[in-house]
């Protein structure tokens, strides 16, 4: 894009009045978009269910962990959020047949998401409206909408592609996508969220395939099926990477060769980040290191709120999550890469 | 033109029309054998707007869920009442081209008395679409699948008139008012 034409965009923006609804449901600053959202919005396509015809759940029931041990195995996949001392835990057997939970954890309204097409598993801030599940993709990835505006945001990015709030993001909060094994044990007092959805659905068959172990749709080797804007065959398609983006950039991170360096440092548009492995959860913690030294691996210990270290509280945490590599490199081509690899 | 007994014919029907149920309700996962063994009824909601609330195209919300065993089956009425069309116009395909064929006289063309169980069979596995393109794997092919559920009607369709070129070609009737 010319300097000119960005000049002009932005003077337009700065111009335009910010459209009502920006009061309810909470944005971000400023939200990685690597094209304008008219690519994604033509590369858009139907994935078969019409809008809602992949119900969210809006009152969402929850059991005990306990009760919860009779219908979960150690191994399923959760997706887990602690939020001001509450924990809650989503199977994913559920959520792979609504994609959203519109619920409100330590009195926050939160949108919980799933996209099964992509392994993705994210959270945003709501206010007091609600997200759905449009019925369309992009890049495989789910297209919510918000009730409020009804403008259109892919999950991953996390940025509407249409409507009143196009170009704008959500505010987001961290899930983890785990086992239920290394959530119950992390979080013991944690809630799991019911089969009593409001919904009849089969919660026994996942239609895509299974996670335990990886098979039919989840298998690494196996092909997306709906179209990407970018393609990369440095890992199989549906390998789990671990990825984060700033305005200025995406990294993917490699999450065996984390889980071996246990800690790493990476400079990214211009910019120091501290990437922690948390072995309990099998996940990633993301911070601006800034120029602070890092702590010692070995003293940092894991506890509710992810890594504990005097050095790390007054890091500023960045948003990461787990995605399937093809999912990832399609939304952004330009990110980084750390696996100990030349890029 | 008289035809000879069509006893034989109407117990096809009536064993494609079972069958093709039995498929159409496998495969939009209406019917499904699970793991868990155990006996429930579940009663989700009962208003007309749920009753009528599409999950997609041709696919409806279901309003009870019934597990015997191993088999579990989600109740939708307009679920059954699509899977009664499609599977009623199949039976009647078979039945008339059985009829037909038995018929010497009117040996014209099997690949025209047959020609409605294709798209019948098309129609059984379109409204897994998603399924379908997951098990196939083909990239690609998916970007369609928002049109397959279009083909149910299209096999209705495709069925019904097959239907009425075997009445016209002297296809007895498979219901009788006497």
Known sequence: MSPWRILGTALVAACMPLPAVSGVLPLSADPLIPAPPSVYRDASLSGGPGKDGIPSIDNPIFTSASAADGQLNPGDRVIGIYRNGEARAYPQAVLVWHEIVNDTVGGDNVAVTYCPLTGTALGFLRGDTELGVSGRLVNSNLIMYDRESDSLWPQVLGAAIDGPLEGRGLAEIRVVWTTWENWRQRYPETRVLSEDTGFLRNYERDPYGSYTPAGGYYAEDASPVFPVLNESDRYPPKREIFGFRTSAGAVAVDREHLADEEMLLHEHGGERFLIVHDPGLDTAWVFRAGDKEPPEYAEITFGAEGPEHPALAALEPVNGFEAMWFAWIAFYPESAVIDGLDQ | MALTSDALPRRMALLAGITYTCFYLFAIGD????????????????????????????????????????????????????????????????????????????????????????????????????????????????????????????????????????????????????
């Open chain 2, 31 to 178: 019917v499904d054998l699970v793991a868990s063994s155990q006996w429930r009824a579940q009663l989700g909601q009962f208003d007309f707007g749920h009753l009528l609330r599409a999950r997609s195209p041709f696919l409806f919300e279901a309003v009870a869920l019934l597990q015997a065993g191993n088999v579990l089956m989600l109740v939708s009425p307009m679920n059954l009442l699509i899977t009664a069309i499609l599977a009623g116009l199949l039976g009647a395909n078979v039945h008339g081209a059985l009829a037909l064929h038995q018929n010497a006289a009117c040996r014209t063309g099997n690949g025209r008395v047959f020609g409605g169980a294709l798209p019948a069979l098309l129609a059984g596995s379109a409204c897994c679409a998603p399924g379908i393109v997951l098990l196939l794997g083909i990239p690609g092919l998916a970007a369609f699948s928002g049109f397959f559920a279009y083909l149910i009607p299209l096999s209705a369709t495709i069925l019904g008139l097959n239907r009425w070129w075997q009445r016209r070609q002297g296809a007895p009737a498979l219901i009788r008012f006497r």
